[in-house]
């Protein structure tokens, strides 16, 4: 698919926009979606998610949130040897097993963030099966613990029959 704005290039970012109830929606090359971006913001100053997570990890990893100070370097991951100060600076992680080495200190800052650690959210249904029919087993589940604190034990049953049916699948 080539890009909507300049037709020369593929189209490697789809854009959606929400603007008083009416959607937009684009796909274009990466070039014109810096350009989109810059234009859209105008006077604005640049914001994306890593330096707001980056802010919010200054927080956390013991520097002020507009950054002066310099965090102390306290760990290092074992795999790819970013450090807590380079992550807190840039809001990227280096590799998988920085979530490993720094764990206990992401874990407050992702609650804070998403209200959870465990990811909630959607899944694509091509290739999250496995993932789709673990969340329907933990909403049955819920559904069989309201149906046996009010005492309807036919229906907990049909949930419980449901649940272990889907169990198998996995």
Do not use: W
């Not at 593929?10 to 929400?18: F, G, Q, R, S, Y």
């Not at 927080?59 to 290092?76: H, L, S, T």
């Not at 920085?98 to 804070?112: K, M, S």
């Not at 049909?158 to 049916?165: N, T, V, Y």
Request: with cysteine.
């Amino acid at each position: 698919m080539e890009c909507e704005r300049c037709h020369e290039r593929p189209a490697t970012v789809h854009l959606t926009e929400i603007i008083n109830n009416q959607k937009r929606t684009m796909r274009l090359c990466e070039q014109c979606a810096r350009e989109v971006q810059a234009e859209s913001l105008g006077f604005l100053p640049q914001m994306n998610l890593h330096s707001f997570l980056a802010s919010l990890l200054h927080n956390e990893f013991g520097a002020p949130a507009f950054g002066q100070a310099v965090v102390p370097e306290r760990a290092r991951c074992s795999a790819c040897g970013i450090t807590e100060a380079q992550f807190a600076k840039r809001g990227l992680l280096g590799c998988a097993d920085c979530y490993h080495n720094f764990g206990d200190r992401l874990e407050p800052v992702l609650r804070r963030i998403h209200g959870t650690n465990r990811h909630t959210g959607k899944v694509p249904r091509r290739t999250g099966g496995k993932v789709r029919v673990a969340s329907q087993i933990e909403r049955l589940k819920a559904k069989l613990r309201e149906a046996i604190s009010r005492e309807e034990f036919e229906q907990a049953a049909q949930l419980r029959d449901k649940i272990r049916e889907l169990e198998k699948q996995l």
